[in-house]
């Protein structure tokens, strides 16, 4: 496969800036001040974390069904964009739901929705890299395409503060601004994606029952190096959303002098300023040096920040010891992702990559379950702020099991990988 230009990396990965910027909206901001209109104060990480866990279970199973039918069709399109195009325009309609209607059964058929529709446009784009691109280029494109997750996430936080209040939040403004950059983000990687890829299969010939059975067939086999680099992903990112996904009710909690909403993307932005930086350099050393060895410290660095943040007193520490955990995260993406781009080239791409989000989703909505679990402990002994300790402790274990499970992934195990 040739190499392409660095405009054709752009194109095939700018559709994650839309997409990194409407989940991060969401789940960061939108939703936890929304829900705040609905539910008790003392219930909000447990309304919040049912919701989302909900949400992401349905990301969990479609995403990878997506992406492996995606495999086997055919159209004038391509392979993967009628997926895409499909699930674009379902995200539309359900953000609308959720902007528009109101109450809280809108906002949880709202945001169930978006997570049907999002996904099954997800896990065929997921595709567009290993289909397009040499393995020469991966690591490269790999961190492009985690820099411009991270950007969607910038872009969120220098704009959410502004479009909607911390208190009776109004989700009107915000929603129809992420509508906005769907369709701008969407629109480059639909209209200058040129799929090379050929399929045999017709899609009338797809059976949904085997299907399921190829895709969630749990035998490890040839591949059995690339599900222990799924379970480190998985390991690694419980620990990370854990912090994202509860961070406003973090700052409602230990910062009350602070606008939760403002102040949360203030936190967020730095964040990933620092992420992205690291994620393009570990992108160049992970091609030039090996990525297993970057991929292992990666964990330890990301643990280091997660238990400084237990001893957060001061929003500038907040900042700084946020700053530590986005260098590790930063590591960990370019790196881990690149793997499984090495790990996935060829026919079955789209199932592989799809699979891929067993550990996204399959993490954060595992994250998400640890909300009852912060109200417990914090309403055990109020002021105490226990639940808030003990999730920072458990995601320093976890980031560190992650690194201990990558020690049995060959580093080239891309190419034993695609041989098997």
């Known amino acids: 496969m040739k190499k392409v230009s660095g405009w054709y990396l752009f194109v095939l990965n700018a559709y994650w800036i839309g997409l990194s910027f409407m989940w991060n909206s969401l789940h960061v901001t939108i939703l936890p001040a929304v ?21 992401l279970i349905l990301a969990m199973i479609i995403q990878p069904l997506s992406g492996a039918l995606s495999d086997k069709w055919s159209s004038k399109l391509g392979r993967r964009r009628p997926f895409i195009w499909f699930g674009t325009l379902g995200d539309l309609v ?7 209607v109101g109450g809280l059964p809108a906002l949880f058929i ?3 929705g978006l997570q049907i529709f999002s996904n099954i446009a997800h896990g065929p784009v997921q595709g567009l890299l290993p289909d397009e691109v040499s393995t020469s280029q991966l690591g490269m494109a790999s961190g492009i395409k985690t820099a411009f997750d991270m950007f969607g996430i910038i872009v969120s936080s220098l704009l959410m503060g502004s479009l909607i209040a911390s208190e009776n939040a109004d989700p009107k403004l915000s929603v129809s601004t992420i509508i906005g950059f769907m369709i ?6 639909l209209f200058g994606a040129k799929e090379r890829s050929a399929t045999t299969v017709k899609p009338e010939g797809v059976k949904f029952k085997e299907l399921w059975k190829d895709v969630f067939n749990f035998k490890a086999g040839g591949k059995k190096a690339y599900w222990q680099l799924i379970f480190s992903r998985f390991l690694y990112l419980v620990g990370i959303y854990g912090f994202q996904s509860f961070a406003q009710y973090f700052i409602r909690d230990k910062f009350p002098e602070q606008n ?9 932005g730095a964040f990933v300023v620092v992420l992205i930086i690291f994620t393009l350099i570990a992108g160049w050393l992970g ?11 990666s964990g330890f660095i990301g643990a280091a920040g997660a238990v400084l943040l237990i001893f957060a007193n001061t929003p500038t520490q907040l900042i700084a010891y946020g700053a530590v955990m986005g260098v590790g995260l930063g590591i960990f993406m370019s790196t881990n992702w690149a793997m499984a781009n090495q790990m996935s080239s060829g026919a079955e791409a789209g199932k592989l990559m799809g699979l891929t989000n067993l550990a996204t989703a399959g993490s954060a909505a595992v994250a998400r379950l640890e909300g009852p679990m912060i109200d417990w402990f914090n309403n055990m002994r109020p002021g105490a702020l226990w639940g808030w300790t003990i999730l920072f ?4 274990v976890l980031m560190v099991c992650s690194s201990l499970a990558m020690r049995r992934v060959p580093e080239e195990a891309g190419e034993a990988a695609k041989a098997a």
């Not at 829900?35 to 949400?55: A, C, I, R």
């Not at 359900?94 to 528009?100: D, K």
């Not at 091609?287 to 410290?297: A, E, S």
């Open 35 to 55: 829900l705040l209109n609905y539910v008790p104060s003392t219930q909000k990480n447990t309304w919040l974390g049912l919701l989302t866990f909900f949400g």
């Open 94 to 100: 359900f953000l609308s739901i959720l902007a528009f």
């Open 260 to 268: 939760a909403v403002s102040f949360v993307q203030f936190v967020m």
């Open 110 to 112: 709202g945001y169930l």
């Open 393 to 396: 402790a458990l995601s320093a």
């Open 287 to 297: 091609d030039r040096y090996g990525r297993k060895r970057i991929h292992i410290i």
């Open 184 to 189: 701008l983000f969407g629109a480059i990687t």
